[in-house]
């Protein structure tokens, strides 16, 4: 089992750009949570999604928009690019079945904005 | 609205020393603690979770409620432990809910 598998990544966009990122989920993982990390701060969540759909939302503003496909994996999408948008962006899975709050982690997509 | 806070960023002790890495929690209900670690080219996982009540690693954490913590601690540190620590706090029952994070302790354990 790879795990969480993520891609790009890293990828430069500028200002006003769109950009996608994807996540396949660990193997027998239903649950895609994304998460952003600025460089020197903690993880701060975004949006989870469980059955093709934004269960959860943190507080971010709709230009953060994502997907879940039935075979579970998960696309972010940010459109309007800014400057703060500057940051690594990890993906998690979870199984929804087993409370136990354990994420597994994917390596990240470094997303730059010039 | 929550917040965990991680007052240390760095942290550096010798080899064999005690290690205490701080969390305080501000959170209006009941809440489940967490401690994820980020070793050097690892991703971000689970350590240790405070509703287990285990000690992963030689570490151990218990939630104090009434002083709002959830300090990691080991009493003999290890090179090993060298690694990003962060807190992490989410809402009791709350299933897979979103975890909200702290800023994160860099420990270093000196030779």
């Known amino acids: 089992d790879a795990g969480v598998t993520q891609s790009p990544t890293h990828l430069i966009k500028t200002r006003g750009q769109q950009v996608t990122l994807r996540c396949s989920p660990k193997?027998?993982?239903?649950?895609v949570s994304w998460y952003q990390q600025a460089l020197g701060q903690g993880p701060q969540f975004i949006f989870q999604?469980?059955?093709?759909?934004?269960?959860q939302r943190g507080n971010f503003p709709d230009r953060f928009s994502g997907h879940q496909f039935p075979n579970y994996s998960s696309e972010l999408n940010v459109n309007a690019l800014l400057l703060g948008d500057s940051a690594l962006y990890l993906c998690a899975s979870s199984s929804l079945g087993r409370l136990t709050g354990e994420l597994f982690f994917g390596e990240g997509s470094r997303l730059t904005v010039l | 609205a929550q917040r965990v806070t991680q007052p240390e960023k760095l942290l550096s002790v010798f080899k064999g020393a005690p290690v205490e890495l701080k969390c305080n929690y501000s959170y209006s209900g009941s809440p489940e603690l967490f401690w994820y670690v980020q070793y050097s080219r690892q991703r971000l996982q689970l350590l240790l979770r405070?509703?287990s009540r285990e000690s992963i690693k030689g570490f151990t954490a218990d939630l104090n409620k009434g002083e709002t913590s959830f300090h990691l601690k080991k009493p003999f540190a290890q090179e090993e432990d060298s690694a990003m620590y962060y807190c992490a706090l989410r809402s009791a029952g709350g299933g897979a809910d979103g975890l909200t994070f702290g800023k994160g302790t860099h420990l270093i354990i000196q030779p």
């Open positions: 193997s027998g993982h239903d649950t």
């Open positions: 999604y469980y059955e093709e759909e934004e269960r």
């Open positions: 405070h509703i």
